[in-house]
T-cell receptor, first 114, second 115 residues
Framework: SQQGEEDPQALSIQEGENATMNCSYK?????LQWYRQNSGRGLVHLIL?????REKHSGRLRVTLDTSKKSSSLLITASRAADTASYFC??????????????FGQGTTLQVKP | DAGVIQSPRHEVTEMGQEVTLRCKPI?????LFWYRQTMMRGLELLIY????????DSGMPEDRFSAKMPNASFSTLKIQPSEPRDSAVYFC?????????????FGPGTRLLVL
């Protein structure tokens, strides 16, 4: 079963609006990461949040982590057409961080209309 | 740095043929991952290596799949014989493993179509 599951599966918004996507996971984690995948490309790392952090910012990205609910959210503010992509959360397998192995969710497909 | 390099970028082959996918990780990285992505199953981890040693191949679907990493700068994923259900995009990724919080760097992928 998937360690990380994103919600919604697809999201369509207008340029300038904010986009929020959520990720839930099942087991304890050491950290949670978000990746972006443009169509036909490989995944690109966006941001990492540690299990002892609750919120992290990077430019127009804001990530929150609630370990009690085993969930994370990615907020993209003031979206642009170039943000159109699929977004994946990824967690280390068992919270030990001892393997470097990540489990990816199914992803949220974001479309930003100009 | 050139990033993770994969070849070929596209491969079309007939059922039963052998397929070899190649990956050159980022120089200095000590972990390498092979993934398969399809619409139905999403992104699946097939196998990963630390310091050229296979650590976990539980994601390899069948004995038809094999992977090697003869040195720190090269890895192959082989499918023999190939089947239409192997059609997918195969990604290679690398990271510098230090015990946690590593990010993975993905190659552009190989789009495989088995007819």
């Amino acid at each position: 079963s998937q360690q990380g599951e994103e919600d919604p599966q697809a999201l369509s918004i207008q340029e300038g609006e904010n986009a929020t996507m959520n990720c839930s996971y099942k087991t304890s984690i050491n950290n949670l990461q978000w990746y972006r995948q443009n169509s036909g490309r490989g995944l690109v790392h966006l941001i990492l949040i540690r299990s002892n952090e609750r919120e992290k910012h990077s430019g127009r990205l804001r990530v929150t982590l609630d370990t009690s609910k085993k969930s994370s959210s990615l907020l993209i503010t003031a979206s642009r057409a170039a943000d159109t992509a699929s977004y994946f959360c990824a967690t280390d397998v068992d919270g030990s961080g001892n393997t470097g192995k990540l489990i990816f969710g199914q992803g949220t497909t974001l479309q930003v209309k100009p | 740095d050139a990033g993770v390099i994969q070849s070929p970028r596209h491969e079309v082959t007939e059922m039963g043929q052998e397929v070899t996918l190649r990956c050159k990780p980022i120089s200095g990285h000590n972990s390498l991952f092979w993934y398969r992505q399809t619409m139905m199953r999403g992104l699946e981890l097939l196998i990963y290596f630390n310091n050229n040693v296979p650590i976990d191949d539980s994601g390899m679907p069948e004995d038809r799949f094999s992977a090697k990493m003869p040195n720190a700068s090269f890895s192959t994923l082989k499918i023999q014989p190939s089947e239409p259900r192997d059609s997918a995009v195969y990604f290679c990724a690398s990271s510098y493993f230090t015990g946690g919080q590593e990010t993975q760097y993905f190659g552009p992928g190989t789009r495989l179509l088995v007819l």
